[in-house]
């Protein structure tokens, strides 16, 4: 029998990017237990961030779930992550340094990502055929280098899929050891369903308050009918988490609203859910 994705109990932020917001993050921490967060997993996009993802997680062990990864946007031109230059040779050397850190923090690292497609910008871009073609591809052979390492260490992965969720499950299809959870998912409720059929989790962010989310809350209220969905642990047992995707999305239900997004706001979107669901 597959171990859930995620074993905590109570409130957790699933997804969250806390070396994007401050360099000391223990305000942060602070502030996301003195609102029942009890645990937030810190994802990293890149070999350097999972480094500092690392280091924060030394600093709050019992608090914090390190993830080591590398964000497709970084063969996605246009993107502030974009490195001109990779090519398949310089995406396995990344990959290579990517596995030797893992394995080097074995113990700390829980999570593989942020990985995944990103479609979203090359689709709205004026770029070449070519070069959108290109960035696909490149971002195939940088996720393809991602579930052979969830694979090898048995380890769950964070999935960015925005705009290419056909090609994200043709992929992760081929690996049908490994789990994770698709992180901000904002597609269909058929797309959401298959995820959840694989075995796979879906994250709910801060979109979901808002007027153009219509659709999602449609989504989650039908795949929640007929369950009892009374704590946060009975969502997740429907591998339906909740996640900020800080500092990005913050909830347009947060009153006076500061610059960024922060885990203590996953109590007020289990509260907008839970109001959602029984509704």
Request: aromatic fraction near 10%; charged fraction near 25%; proline fraction near 4%.
């Amino acid at each position: 029998m597959l171990k859930p994705i995620f074993p905590y109990k109570g409130l957790f932020d699933s997804h969250a990017h806390l070396s994007l917001i401050v360099d000391d993050i223990s305000s942060l921490v602070k502030s996301a237990q003195e609102q029942k967060v009890s645990k937030i997993v810190d994802v990293a996009n890149d070999v350097d961030s999972a480094k500092k993802v690392l280091e924060n997680k030394k600093k709050f062990p019992n608090v914090l779930i390190a993830t080591a990864g590398i964000h497709p946007e970084l063969v996605v031109p246009g993107s502030d992550m974009f490195e001109e230059d990779l090519n398949e040779e310089k995406i396995l050397n990344k990959i290579y340094d990517l596995d030797k850190l893992i394995e080097g923090n074995r113990q700390d690292i829980e999570m593989i990502g942020e990985t995944g497609l990103d479609y979203y910008w090359l689709e709205k871009s004026n770029l070449p055929i070519s070069q959108i073609n290109k960035s696909k591809e490149l971002q195939k052979h940088l996720f393809k280098g991602h579930l052979e390492l969830a694979q090898k260490f048995n380890l769950p992965l964070t999935i960015h899929a925005r705009a290419s969720y056909f090609d994200t499950i043709e992929l992760v299809k081929k690996y049908p050891q490994v789990r994770g959870i698709f992180h901000s998912f904002t597609d269909s409720l058929e797309f959401a369903k298959e995820v959840l059929d694989m075995g796979f989790g879906i994250g709910i962010n801060g979109i979901i308050t808002y007027k153009s989310a219509q659709s999602i809350r449609d989504s989650l209220i039908t795949l929640t009918k007929g369950k009892s969905i009374n704590s946060p642990e009975d969502l997740y047992s429907l591998n339906i988490f909740l996640e900020t995707d800080s500092p990005f999305l913050i909830l347009s239900t947060v009153k006076d609203r500061p610059k960024y997004n922060s885990p203590q706001y996953i109590s007020l979107l289990w509260e907008f859910v839970y109001n959602l669901v029984r509704s």
